[in-house]
T-cell receptor, first 112, second 113 residues
Framework: DAKTTQPPSMDCAEGRAANLPCNHS???????VYWYRQIHSQGPQYIIH???NNETNEMASLIITEDRKSSTLILPHATLRDTAVYYC?????????????FGTGTRLKVLA | NAGVMQNPRHLVRRRGQEARLRCSPM?????VYWYRQLPEEGLKFMVY????????ESGMPKERFSAEFPKEGPSILRIQQVVRGDSAAYFC???????????FGPGTRLTVL
């Protein structure tokens, strides 16, 4: 069962910031939040991950609320190539092994 | 640096046949994960393997499905006596250590006629 809830779809104008929300209200203290995206049914591509602090890399920023019940992925300047399904994932500890629990994702469409 | 490789990319089988899916992890990666994706759904974890060991197979169906990651060669996901409900995209991922991010292959799309 997915531990994350995301809106099914979003649109964003090219060049603007895309803010993708994710709720993970049942997340445990040692569970990380990961973001991946999947373009045209290709293999998912890693974007970013975090535990408590906000994170930034060359692709995106991840903002995690203080209570860790939700987070937002920010693509600062969306391009047409960012059109994809974005998955917010919780990495859970299941009896000593860690696995990704995917939700249904947000289908982001970047508009010209 | 070659990424995760999967073959075949597309596989068509008739009901009752066997499907064998292969995954070669990235160089230096000893941890392999298999996921299944049904149309319009997210990926579902199936199994996690290290070289010669199955670590977690909690997502594998109890019957007809098996996985291995031998000392030499690719990881294999085997589906015996396929049924139409097995039609899906099967993705393999690898990581250097099990807590690191996973790198996904392009997937194998299985169609059962």
């Amino acid at each position: 069962d997915a531990k994350t809830t995301q809106p099914p779809s979003m649109d964003c104008a090219e060049g603007r910031a895309a803010n993708l929300p994710c709720n993970h209200s049942t997340i445990s203290g040692n569970e990380y939040v990961y973001w991946y995206r999947q373009i045209h049914s290709q293999g998912p591509q890693y974007i970013i991950h975090g535990l408590k602090n906000n994170e930034t890399n060359e692709m995106a920023s991840l903002i995690i609320t203080e209570d860790r019940k939700s987070s937002t992925l920010i693509l600062p300047h969306a391009t047409l190539r960012d059109t994809a399904v974005y998955y917010c994932i919780v990495r859970v500890d299941d009896s000593g092994t860690y696995k990704y629990i995917f939700g249904t994702g947000t289908r982001l469409k970047v508009l010209a | 640096n070659a990424g995760v490789m999967q073959n075949p990319r597309h596989l068509v089988r008739r009901r009752g046949q066997e499907a064998r899916l292969r995954c070669s992890p990235m160089k230096g990666h000893s941890h392999v994960y298999w996921y299944r994706q049904l149309p319009e759904e997210g990926l579902k974890f199936m199994v996690y393997l290290q070289k010669e060991n199955i670590i977690d197979e909690s997502g594998m169906p109890k019957e007809r499905f098996s996985a291995e990651f031998p000392k030499e060669g690719p990881s294999i996901l085997r589906i015996q006596q396929v049924v139409r409900g097995d039609s899906a995209a099967y993705f393999c991922a690898s990581s250097p250590e099990f807590l690191d991010e996973q790198f996904f292959g392009p997937g194998t799309r299985l169609t059962v006629l």
